[in-house]
């Protein structure tokens, strides 16, 4: 009887530490935000017309963001904004797809550091995303 209370009591410890684990790194968010960014920064690279640009950022946009992101980033635009903060630079090289990486932040909660060497600056630039789970879909739901 007492051996059989041991090995109840270490199997519920067993089930007690794996549901208090952390979130793990999702394999399907992380190609969407590779997805999203190689598209980005090629689609602003590659452009000549920046009205038709416009069009298709904001279809990738639409895709692949919340729209209440999208909607933030929107006003921000109407205040002044500079540059783009999808990939925290006003332009583009086809260069920097060459250094893209996506990297699930430890210990976080769907948060991710999309990374890639600025030629322009001779920088490594990191724009930090989070994403959800929106019905089935993973969505970048905000930019730190």
């Known amino acids: ?38 598209s980005y920064i090629s689609e602003i690279a ?12 904001d279809s990738l946009k639409k895709i692949y963001c919340t729209k209440s992101l999208i909607d933030s980033v929107n006003v921000e635009f109407e205040d002044g904004l500079d540059y783009d903060p999808f990939i925290n630079a006003q332009d583009a090289d ?10 699930y932040i430890k210990n976080s909660k769907n948060k991710y550091v999309v990374k890639y060497k600025n030629d322009f600056s001779k920088t490594e ?20």
């Open 1 to 38: 009887m007492i051996q059989l209370r041991k090995i109840f009591f270490i199997f519920s410890l067993g089930i007690l530490f794996t549901s208090c684990k952390k979130e793990d790194e999702n394999p399907e968010a992380k190609v969407m935000l590779s997805k999203f960014y190689k």
């Open 46 to 57: 590659s452009s000549r017309d920046l009205k038709l640009m416009e069009i298709r950022l």
């Open 94 to 103: 086809p260069k920097m797809l060459e250094t893209l990486s996506v990297s």
């Open 125 to 144: 630039t990191k724009i930090y995303v989070k994403v959800i789970d929106n019905n089935g879909q993973f969505k970048i739901s905000s930019l730190n």
